[in-house]
């Protein structure tokens, strides 16, 4: 995938990775193979009797469905529990209100926000997505890893990892400062951000694994590797990524990437309503952590283009409606039965 040495086709076996979905829990819902005595006929399952139920999918697979929570919105909780418990106890302390953090509209001044769901803001989500990945690494369960993301076995630069880089949290303008310089670097989208968090959450719910100081930059290397290459129409090469990171082997990119896609199942699919789902999450984890999103005054030109996509629109909704109406018409006339006059020779 983007290098004339293909990442899938490599010498090395697989690694050795532990189930999708927790195997004791969906042993109740897999179905027997076995043959009858009198029926050597071998036994399909149909597709319906190994699918997971709704319930444990939606618990066991959050990228996946748009009803079930971001894993990172749920580890932000508790942090932004005890940033609120902390501003009331300020607020209460101090008896003159300070300075207006945000813009709000008035009768002359109207404030837009120019981030949407189909064109983000590109500095505002890279900020909101790396602080999503700090709560990951902050609140994290345990230390599960794999030596493809150990940075001690696959470092991405010649000088020595310290002793302690698996025992330090990185902080969240760490995390930032290493996305920007790979999004300004490749040019790329803010689309393509939500979809890098969408694969991370992903992988560690299919592989099972931990995202640490140990392994948090080839993690995050490789999700934006495969999303860049999954979003946009022209994708940036794996040796473009090396002279990005001047330390970096092209081997060693397409190695990580085949090791990420069996971890996937490449299962790459990102469905509209997941999309919507993240850039929303992220919206609100911005909300709770004061990351305002930027607001613009509304100018005149802002303004007509606003009104012309509105029109455009009713436009359209009109023409839906009077051809829904055309066909309930129509499906009236065959409800009434007609009875035609007897003809008597």
Sequence with gaps: MGNTVSCCVSPESSPKLPSRQPA?????????????????????????DREVPDELALESNPSDHARASTIFLSKSQTD???????????????????????????????????????????????????????YHIKNRDSDRSLD????????????????????????????YRFVRTLFSAAQLTAECAIVTLVYLERLLTYAELDIC???????????????????????????????????ITVEDMNEMERHFLELLQFNINVPASVYAKYYFDLRQLADDNNLSFPLEPLNNQRAQKLEAISRLCEDKYKELSRAAMRRSISADNLIGIRRSNAVLS
């Design 80 to 134: 932004v529990r005890d940033k609120r418990k902390s501003n009331h106890i300020n607020h209460i302390s101090h008896t003159s209100p300070g300075p207006l953090s945000k813009k709000y509209s008035s009768c002359s001044t109207i404030f837009i926000d120019d981030s949407t769901v189909s064109q983000p803001n590109l500095k505002s989500t890279i900020k909101c997505v790396t602080l999503a990945i700090y």
């Design 213 to 247: 100081p140990a392994n948090w930059k080839r993690i995050v290397l490789g999700a934006i590797l495969l999303a860049s290459k999954v979003w946009d129409d022209q994708a940036v090469w794996n040796v473009d990524y090396c002279q990005i990171l001047k330390d």
């Design 148 to 175: 493809i993301f150990d940075e001690k076995f696959h470092p991405l630069s010649r000088e020595p990892v310290p002793d302690d880089y698996s025992c330090v949290d990185p902080e969240h303008k760490l995390i």
């Design 24 to 48: 004791e829990r969906l042993e109740e819902f897999q179905t027997s193979t076995e043959v009858s005595d009198d029926n050597t006929v071998p036994y399909l399952q149909h597709i319906s």
